[in-house]
């Protein structure tokens, strides 16, 4: 009979067969980029493993969660604050970004011109694509925080209308911003204005998507009644990841799009 209120997790071949995947990634990555016959299989195989990986290890959290009752409060308190850590380390991983950004902005050198935005470089209008983004992303926010109040208040209905609502105008907000890297007058290649721009945005829209991935799972987990009013961490952990998403943005749209291209 157990005396505690922490789970002990049970044994699990995920977490080594993650690691595999992650290294058979890796080699593939370098042969894909080094131009070795197979390198893209392998790369491709690796990137299947750890969506598989994935896919089959948050399986059993759920399964842990949902249908064995093993998230009592202090452990969903320590998934909180697991949370809170992995969007912090995210700050920091865009602040990276940030930093190479107005390092090369804020004195640029002769070697560009002198000048930011560097010569020969035509700069996209904040205002037109990226505030309309900015205006489609704030409004996600304010849907799944409607979605999140929505559960807590026992309107089920309400919580997937509103969850519907944010992940449509996350699937609009990519559609946007893919159209706006197939109009852009510059490329990755295009010096540090293109590499630093490509890095930032680009990698901002692929939290967008791995953020709509998750908004996706917690609508399906919603539908399945799986969320309650007092046990819904995995709809909180993704409400939060939303909003250091929308967060972020603000950053990029000020910085980047507005003050970097004036």
Not at 156 to 180: C, H, K, P
Not at 187 to 208: M, P, Q
Request: neutral net charge; glycine residues 10%; hydrophobic residues 55%.
């Amino acid at each position: 009979m157990r005396k505690h209120p922490f789970h002990l997790v049970d044994p699990s071949p995920w977490p080594i067969f993650a690691s595999l995947a992650a290294f058979v990634t890796t080699i593939g990555g370098v042969m894909y980029m080094h131009a070795y016959i197979g390198g893209g299989l392998v790369l491709a195989f690796g990137l299947a493993m750890i969506i598989y990986s994935m896919f089959v290890w948050w399986r059993d959290v759920v399964r842990e969660s949902t249908y064995q009752g093993h998230h009592t409060s202090p452990v969903q308190r320590g998934l909180r604050f697991g949370m809170i850590l992995f969007i912090a380390s995210e700050v920091m991983f865009f602040l990276a970004f940030f930093w190479a950004f107005f390092h090369s902005s804020l004195a640029p050198t002769v070697e560009i011109g002198a000048v930011w935005p560097p010569k020969g470089i035509e700069v996209l209008n904040p205002w037109e694509i990226p505030f309309l983004n900015t205006v489609i992303l704030l409004s996600s926010g304010a849907a799944v925080t409607w979605a999140h109040h929505a559960i807590l208040a026992g309107y089920r209905q309400q919580a997937i209308l509103a969850l519907s609502i944010t992940i449509i105008l996350a699937v609009v907000f990519t559609g946007f911003q893919g159209y706006e890297y197939l109009q852009a007058p510059f490329t990755i290649s295009d010096g540090i204005y293109g590499s630093t721009f490509y890095l930032a945005t680009g990698f901002h829209g692929f939290h967008v998507f791995i953020g709509t991935v998750f908004l996706g799972v917690c609508l399906i987990r919603l539908i399945y009644y799986h969320f309650t009013k007092h046990h819904h961490f995995g709809f909180e952990a993704a409400a939060w990841y939303w909003h250091m998403v929308d967060v972020v943005w603000l950053f990029l749209f000020v910085c980047i799009y507005y003050w970097g291209g004036t």
